[in-house]
């Protein structure tokens, strides 16, 4: 099993407190709306590995990198 430290990375841009995803229009914004209360930073700098990817994928998770490279 991996540890946290492969899904994680020190290197990011600005921070966001989401006390009520739900009803956030930063947490719809940042599609953080279904996600748990809590600190999320809005720019990670880095992606994860193909292999973590990969395993995402094959456990039905859908990896959305956050280091502005994905426009949707």
């Known amino acids: 099993m991996p540890s946290a430290d492969q899904y994680t990375s020190a290197s990011y841009a600005g921070l966001a407190a989401i006390m009520n995803p739900q009803k956030s229009w930063v947490a ?12 999320y930073a809005l720019r990670v700098m880095g992606r994860l590995s193909a292999d973590l990817q990969d395993q995402m994928m094959d456990e039905g998770i859908k990896y959305r990198p956050r280091d502005g490279s994905v426009q949707d």
Not at 28 to 39: A, E, I, L, P, S
């Open 28 to 39: 719809k914004w940042q599609r953080n709306d279904k996600f748990v209360t809590g600190m």
